[in-house]
Structures are given as C-alpha cells and as structure tokens.
C-alpha cells in the first residue's frame, strides 16, 4: 500500500510549463510500482496522460500530450514528476498520481489531485 501526494500545479499563460510531483508520503516507495498520471476536466471523464514502468525504461503518453510532456521518476526522492511544456487551454484539469503493481493492469492507488489551469 501507499499514499501518493500530487503538488505543483496552479496558473499558468498557454505555451508556459509546469512541473509536477507525486510523491509516496508512506508506506512502499514509487519505485515499487508502475506510476502513472492522469486528468479530468469538468465534465469530462478521466483520462490517462502519461505512464512509467516500475524499472523506468518503459514510458508511454497519450498522443494529446507526445512530445510536450514529459514522466520520469527520482527513486532517492520517491518521486514521481511530470514535466509539462508548451501547455494548451485544453490542459487545463484536476491531474493525479497514480500507481499500480506491475503485473496489474488496474492503478489502484491515488492521490487527491492538483489542479492544473492554463489561460489563454
């Protein structure tokens, strides 16, 4: 089990970047499992936005994001970021952390999200 706590969002102009973090606040560390980040704007559903594997080589995105944002993991500061640039209006959305054991294919830890709005 682990609690997973987002930070870094806020305001932001369109074309500027932003960095998240998730970090592990207890129990096991992100480098025990598969991290992932997802977003939901009002009145949409949840959709993912970027993931890493638990030995960090493997990375995927979602292709509204390719070439824009970026995942990676820090294992000595368990965490997890998410580098965001050249951001959209369409960005704009509550992001969260999540994790998920590696033979899963359920994330099944979340964190509580942090709000990401990107002006135009």
């Known amino acids: 089990q682990v609690q997973l706590v987002e930070s870094g969002g806020g305001l932001v102009q369109a074309g500027g970047s932003l960095r998240l973090s998730c970090v592990a606040s207890?129990?096991?560390?992100?480098?025990?499992?598969?991290m992932g980040w997802f977003r939901q704007a009002p009145g949409k559903e949840r959709e993912f936005v970027a993931g890493?594997?638990?030995?960090?080589?493997?990375?995927n995105y979602a292709d509204s994001v390719k070439g824009r944002f970026a995942i990676s993991r820090d294992s000595a500061k368990n965490t997890v970021y998410l580098q965001m640039n050249s951001l959209k209006p369409e960005d704009t959305a509550v992001y969260y952390c999540?994790?998920?054991?590696?033979?899963?294919?359920?994330?099944?830890?979340w964190g509580q999200g942090t709000q990401v709005t990107v002006s135009s």
């Open positions: 207890s129990g096991r560390t992100v480098s025990s499992y598969s």
């Open positions: 890493i594997r638990r030995n960090s080589v493997g990375t």
């Open positions: 999540a994790a998920r054991e590696p033979i899963m294919v359920e994330y099944r830890y």
